[in-house]
């Protein structure tokens, strides 16, 4: 079973950037497609965007398309999610979790975006 770890949340001032990363142990991260996901105080959690295997295809939300990047190492079994441009309305949970099929949720990783 592979489980999720999310990390490089924080505190940030609109208009910055943050890099998120999550960690996978256990078999088959290479081969299994991977999203992005979040949720802000008293809402339902979202998507963000998502990439397959191999990282040649991407999708976003369109509140982050421009925005947001993700991308992942097989390698080291990581995911990432570089966020520039940080709004206010991007403070919430972030989670990683496959594309589909999702495993048990992660702790997750606050992004808050304040001034």
């Known amino acids: 079973q592979v489980q999720l770890v999310e990390s490089g949340g924080g505190l940030v001032q609109p208009g910055g950037s943050l890099r998120l990363s999550c960690a996978a142990s256990?078999?088959?991260?290479?081969?299994?497609?991977m999203g992005w996901y979040r949720q802000a105080p008293g809402k339902q959690r979202e998507f963000v965007a998502s990439i397959t295997s191999g990282g040649s295809t991407k999708n976003y939300a369109d509140s982050v398309k421009g925005r947001f990047t993700i991308s992942r190492d097989n390698a080291k079994n990581t995911l990432y999610l570089q966020m520039n441009n940080l709004k206010p309305e991007d403070t919430a949970v972030y989670y990683c979790?496959?594309?589909?099929?999702?495993?048990?949720w992660g702790q997750g990783t606050q992004v808050t975006v304040s001034s």
């Open positions: 979790n496959k594309a589909s099929n999702f495993l048990s």
């Open positions: 256990g078999p088959f991260f290479s081969v299994m497609s």
